[in-house]
């Protein structure tokens, strides 16, 4: 198995340990439900996407994503895996 492949999988995270601020690349979307669908027909892998706000009460992240704000419930950012 290719040792290169192997690293690039280990620095990829949830969106959701990420911190406010920072640029990260969407790299996949897990999980089989609609938000997945949604989120890949409008192109959102291989592209940045910053968190803007996390309201730790309600558990809604503020993602601004190709120019664009977004907001996402806690458990369909925690699908989303990125990379710095």
């Known amino acids: 198995m290719d040792c290169?492949?192997?690293?690039?999988?280990?620095?990829?995270?949830?969106?959701?340990?990420?911190?406010t601020g920072i640029n990260y690349i969407i790299k996949s979307i897990e999980g089989s439900n609609k938000i997945k669908r949604r989120l890949?027909?409008?192109g959102f892998v291989n592209t940045s996407v910053k968190i803007l706000k996390r309201s730790t009460l309600r558990g809604v992240f503020l993602l601004e994503i190709r120019h664009f704000v977004l907001a996402l419930k806690r458990k369909e950012v925690e699908k989303i895996m990125v990379a710095k």
Do not use: K, V
């Open 4 to 19: 290169s492949y192997l690293f690039i999988m280990d620095n990829l995270f949830s969106l959701s340990n990420g911190e």
């Open 40 to 42: 890949l027909d409008l």
